[in-house]
């Protein structure tokens, strides 16, 4: 018999549902996204976004189900994100996931947001063990070993911002609208690396990152030359700013690619999505490390969506780790480090 998942994510600004056949095949992966609501501030409101899931929540489950072509006699469990998360949005997926799977005698499936990431790439191809993770969203920024499946150490992180919050921080400065990762990325393209942009920790023997300096630098430049009413090249400051975050990721993944004796490499989150970053990624793991496999899901599977989820939730249910009705949401839900 066909293992069928409702999967649930709604950990911050995208309140989403799918379908996941066996853990490896998407039936159905509606998105419901609330950026509109929030650009004209700048960043996610979490009430606001609180206020959109329970909107939706019902809306995208019926539509999950009708696409996919599943009546709910036929799934196998509920799955749905636990954290971390906005506890506000978290709240809405668990409670209706909780309701649902009460309602219909379903075994219910808590999953780690950041794992469903990194299982985005199962839909690309089986994984193979040990791989390691790059995980880069709004959020996290993350070196993650994984031995076996549902097994996750980190290596390395940042000390400060995410690499996702840097590009969001330094696209308000430009103007940008709120995401701006991908603007950022599209500007930097026709640009040049001319600013000379430091790599905080590039040389440091670990695999931990910083980009808060980048991001001061960046911010300093930028109001120096208002002051002084120069112009400079929106494009060159997009070009060098990315040039600086790509140069340390990659660094850094190359090295651990070294030490741990991996045979995946997998790029997941938001920013896995950065053209220059999969194209640094794709060069150098094709010309130092030949035995390395490179995985990175499709830009639609890389952003926050519930078929990732629906994917780590096949590897837990398999575990027999469920949760019952006092599961409750852990908004700083995290891997241990090792
Ligand atoms: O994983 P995600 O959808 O949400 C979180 O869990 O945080 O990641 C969102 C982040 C935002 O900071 C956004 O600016 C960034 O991913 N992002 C990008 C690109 N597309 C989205 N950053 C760089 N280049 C992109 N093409
Ligand atoms: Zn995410």
Redesign the pocket.
């Known amino acids: 018999m066909r293992e069928l998942i409702l999967a649930i994510e709604s ?2 600004d995208e309140t989403s549902v799918a379908v996941i056949e066996d853990g490896s095949q998407i039936l159905s992966n509606i998105v419901a996204s609330q950026i509109k609501s929030h650009q004209r501030f700048g960043g996610v409101v979490p009430e606001v976004a609180s206020r959109h899931h329970v909107e939706q929540i019902t809306l995208c489950i019926n539509e999950a189900l009708e696409e996919a072509g599943v009546e709910i006699a036929e799934l196998s469990a509920v799955a749905v994100t636990q954290g971390p ?1 906005l506890v506000g949005s978290l709240l809405i997926g668990i409670s209706a996931a909780k309701a649902f799977a009460w309602a219909h005698g379903l075994p219910l499936i808590p999953v780690n ?2 794992a ?2 990194i299982y985005a790439a199962r839909f690309v191809q089986p994984l193979v063990f040990p791989l390691l993770a790059l995980l880069v ?4 920024t993350e070196l993650v070993l994984m031995e076996e499946d549902g097994s996750f150490k980190i290596i390395g992180e940042t000390r400060d911002d995410a690499a996702g919050e840097a590009y969001d921080k330094v696209g308000r400065v430009l103007g940008l609208p709120y995401p701006s990762g991908k603007e950022i990325d599209r500007l930097a393209h026709i640009g040049k690396d001319s600013y000379a942009f430091p790599r905080a920790m590039i040389h440091e023997d670990n695999f931990d990152f910083s980009f808060s300096g980048l991001k001061s630098a960046f911010i300093n430049l930028v109001h120096n030359a208002e002051q002084r009413e120069e112009t400079l090249s929106t494009e060159d400051l997009a070009a060098s700013f990315q040039a600086s975050v790509v140069d340390v990721l990659v660094a850094k993944t190359v090295r651990a690619c070294q030490k741990y004796p991996v045979k995946q490499l997998i790029v997941a ?2 920013v896995a999505a950065n053209q220059g970053l999969r194209e640094a990624l794709e060069k150098v793991v094709s010309e130092e490390l030949p035995e390395v496999d490179l995985l990175i899901p499709p830009l639609r599977l890389c ?2 969506n519930a078929a990732m989820i629906g994917a780590a939730a096949h590897v837990e249910l398999a575990k027999g780790h469920l949760a019952n009705m006092t599961l409750n949401a852990v908004p700083s839900l995290a891997f241990s480090r090792k």
């Open positions: 950990s911050c998360g947001h950041m469903g990431h969203s709004g959020g996290h989150g938001g952003g926050d």
